[in-house]
């Protein structure tokens, strides 16, 4: 007797749930099956039905979080300056932050901002590819740079949980700190020559 599909999309769905609770609480190596079928209630024969181990369950999450590059909208700049993609990155923060705030916070997993990170830079090298004047070797270092700067700062961001800075403030900030550095940001500094 065959499965029905939404009874098999909503199992794993459920050891998934149950998966994601125990994660927010405690770190991957802490978390058993056991643990997971007996939150989800099924036996362990049903968790291997669709994952192999506690790493695949994080492994589909995190997948299911990372735009594809179809996902993403174009990138281009007429201006010759990188056009970073903020209300890109704002948006998959609002709609994702429940998993961001826990995967790319402190007991997060720390690949998972990599992955994110080659998600999006494939795109935005993209709009460079063919310029005889950009060194590409360098644009990899520099979309590195920026890109793990604004997760950093968007990830503290949402961390933070207050209306201390809008986002309009925050994409501001960034903005600056990405056309004039970050030197000339700080107080002390803005005066003096840098």
């Known amino acids: ?18 998966f994601w609770t125990l994660y927010c609480e405690k770190r991957i190596e802490k978390i058993t099956i056991k ?48 056009g970073m993609p903020l209300d890109m990155f704002l948006k998959l923060y609002k709609q994702n932050n429940q998993y961001y705030s826990v995967l790319l ?4 997993d720390p690949a998972f901002a990599s992955k994110l990170k080659n998600s999006i830079k494939p ?18 270092y520099i979309l590195e740079y920026t890109l793990s700067a604004m ?12 209306d201390d800075i809008t986002s309009d403030k925050l994409f501001e900030l960034i903005y600056r700190l990405m056309e ?11 005066s003096e020559k840098v």
């Not at 007996?38 to 299911?64: C, H, M, P, W």
């Not at 916070?105 to 997060?108: I, L, Q, R, S, V």
């Not at 997760?151 to 207050?162: A, D, R, V």
């Not at 004039?180 to 803005?190: E, W």
Request: charge should be negative.
């Open 1 to 18: 007797m065959k499965k029905k599909p939404e009874v098999t999309a909503q199992t794993r769905q459920n050891l998934i749930d149950a």
């Open 35 to 82: 643990e997971i079928t007996q939150k989800a209630g099924y036996n362990r024969g049903t968790f291997y039905e669709y994952f192999t181990d506690v790493y695949d369950v994080l492994e589909s999450i995190e997948s299911s979080l990372i735009p594809t590059l179809d996902e993403l909208p174009p990138v281009s700049t007429t201006t010759g300056t990188l």
């Open 105 to 108: 916070g402190d007991n997060g």
């Open 123 to 140: 795109t935005i090298m993209e709009v460079f590819v063919g310029k005889n004047d950009v060194n590409q070797k360098e644009l990899d």
């Open 151 to 162: 997760i950093g700062i968007m990830s503290y961001w949402f961390k933070q949980q207050t």
């Open 180 to 190: 004039q550095g970050v030197m000339k940001q700080l107080p002390f500094m803005s």
